[in-house]
């Protein structure tokens, strides 16, 4: 309550009615004592009194002279002939306490051992001395614990200054890593929902008098397109309007969903080939890996002009080793293309790699990402025995490269290999 009530006061009320309480103080023996001998009180102790008092209005805005004000008309006091006894003056020790406060080392120092020292030499005992010793020292230590205290106050609020820009800046750099991660998403789903509608699109018209039925279906697949590509976003951007108590949103799409994702690409036969131990991806490279695919096949159906492209996906003892490999022109897309970007960003974000360029042969494209599994790294003993007769055996990688030259379509090698082959019109 007091310091609301500091806040709220003009310092110079405050100090005013210090001032106004103090003087009633000091004039109360001049106010209530009888003279012993019946004549008044001279008017100088009225005036001292006054002048020891009064000043206290300004002590923060000068406390030097204050001190010295107070200090010289406290000592004048013993000069008038007839005056009250005063017990202690408040006027000084308040002045003492501004000045150990509000000044620096040197001019509070000073106004120290002048207040003291003239103290000494104007008291008429030493009961008088001692006393006025000890109440002005006891002034200046909590002058100086009051400043102490204030810059102890001073230094917190800053520290929670500097917290408070540290959070709003960490606030920020999250926010613009969740409108990139969200930027990236809508890249994906957009530049892959319209490739392959802008494809189905230019095949229609052709075989609409020819062929309706496969016109038909080309259609019916730009309009599924649409639809998947209207409930990604949908989910995507209800992340950001979510509410409290809100029903729970479709979950990220998975490697689970890359099989219906392979029969969406139109024009181009996918054959898409797993290798080892499914399991231990997070679910942020889980999400990351599928989009990767996304891209890499969207990059295929815009500008690679191939007929046949190849998914791999090898999991290895720490590694998921991604590999999407097709027998088109093997150029690059225009300028790099942003979505290699986001293919080499969504890799590093979850701690793995990726590359893209031509074919050692300069016949078709390639994309190869590395993402990290959390699972431990030993391996049984007769997968160790598996790995040293793969090492005689063909290499898969290999032999679905040569695939994606010639056209046709082989399972990699191995119990644990699955393959799938969906070729569109």
Request: with cysteine; charged share 20%.
């Amino acid at each position: 309550m007091i310091a609301t009530l500091r806040t709220r006061i003009p310092p110079l009320w405050l100090d005013g009615g210090l001032a106004g309480l103090v003087l009633v103080v000091q004039l109360w023996p001049l106010l209530t004592r009888v003279p012993p001998d019946g004549v008044a009180w001279h008017w100088w102790g009225y005036a001292a009194a006054c002048g020891a008092s009064l000043p206290l209005v300004v002590r923060r805005l000068a406390p030097i002279t204050v001190a010295i004000v107070t200090t010289v008309f406290s000592g004048m006091y013993d000069l008038a002939d007839h005056a009250a006894p005063q017990p202690v003056w408040y006027g000084p020790l308040l002045a003492m306490y501004t000045v150990a406060a509000h000044c620096a080392f040197l001019p509070r120092i000073a106004i120290a051992a002048v207040t003291l020292a003239g103290g000494a030499l104007t008291v008429g005992s030493s009961d008088t001395l001692v006393r006025g010793t000890v109440l002005g020292v006891a002034a200046y230590a909590l002058g100086r614990a009051s400043a102490a205290s204030r810059a102890h106050a001073a230094e917190l609020e800053e520290k929670a200054e500097r917290l408070e820009h540290a959070r709003r800046l960490e606030a920020e750099r999250a926010a613009e890593r969740e409108r990139a991660r969200i930027a990236r998403d809508m890249h994906d789903i957009l530049a892959h929902a319209v490739a392959l509608m802008v494809v189905q699109a230019e095949a229609g018209p052709v075989v609409v008098r020819t062929d309706p039925g496969r016109a038909e279906r080309a259609f019916d697949a730009i309009a599924e397109t649409g639809r998947d590509a209207m409930v990604q976003l949908r989910r995507l951007l209800g992340v950001l309007k979510e509410e409290p108590g809100q029903a729970g949103l479709e979950p990220q799409p998975t490697l689970d969903g890359l099989d219906a994702l392979v029969e969406q690409v139109p024009g181009v036969t996918v054959v898409l080939t797993r290798a080892g131990e499914p399991g231990g991806l997070t679910p942020d490279g889980e999400v990351a890996a599928y989009r990767i695919v996304q891209e890499a096949l969207t990059n295929v159906v815009k500008h690679s002009g191939a007929t046949r492209a190849v998914v791999r996906l090898e999991w290895e003892n720490e590694d998921l080793m991604l590999s999407i490999i097709d027998n088109g022109a093997g150029a690059a897309p225009p300028s790099g293309g942003h979505g290699l970007i986001g293919i080499r960003e969504r890799a590093a974000a979850c701690g793995g790699s990726a590359t893209a360029g031509p074919r050692g042969d300069g016949r078709g494209f390639e994309v190869l990402v590395r993402l990290p599994l959390n699972r431990p790294t030993t391996r049984p003993a007769t997968e160790a025995a598996g790995a040293a007769t793969e090492e005689e055996t063909e290499d898969p990688r290999a032999t679905e490269a040569g695939d994606a030259e010639t056209g046709e379509a082989r399972p990699a090698a191995g119990a644990a290999d699955a393959t799938s082959e969906v070729a569109r019109p």
